[in-house]
Nanobody, 125 residues
Framework: QVQLVESGGGSVQPGGSLRLSCTASGRTSSANAMGWFRQAPGKEREFVATISAPVGRNTNFADSVKGRFTISRDNSKNTLYLQMNSLKPEDAAAYYC?????????????????WGQGTQVTVSS
């Protein structure tokens, strides 16, 4: 099993930045490609970003965050990051980290085997 713990959420004004972290523990050899998803109140969970294993050569982003968000990984720390810049009110949501046994990037929830509990991001003035 792989345990994922997100951190870094909080409240920020529109135009601000936040960096989310997700630290993996347990059977981390099974945490290959990784991703971020988010869920706003009353909405379905949606894909945000994904990064391939082992070194993150490939990434992909939802159209709504392209050019504003970046995803990276530090395997020495078993940690995944999501740098969020130019935040908008519509970015407010609970953000979830996910890990897949697959090596390749994916935007499909069904490709991910392990999920964190989420961290809340609020964007308001």
């Amino acid at each position: 099993q792989v345990q994922l713990v997100e951190s870094g959420g909080g409240s920020v004004q529109p135009g601000g930045s936040l960096r989310l972290s997700c630290t993996a523990s347990g059977r981390t050899s099974s945490a290959n490609a990784m991703g971020w998803f988010r869920q706003a109140p009353g909405k379905e969970r949606e894909f945000v970003a994904t990064i391939s294993a082992p070194v993150g050569r490939n990434t992909n982003f939802a159209d709504s965050v392209k050019g504003r968000f970046t995803i990276s990984r530090d395997n020495s720390k078993n940690t995944l990051y999501l740098q969020m810049n130019s935040l908008k009110p519509e970015d407010a949501a609970a953000y979830y980290c996910a890990a897949s046994r697959l090596m390749t990037i994916s935007s499909r929830e069904s490709d991910y085997d392990y999920w964190g509990q989420g961290t809340q991001v609020t964007v308001s003035s």
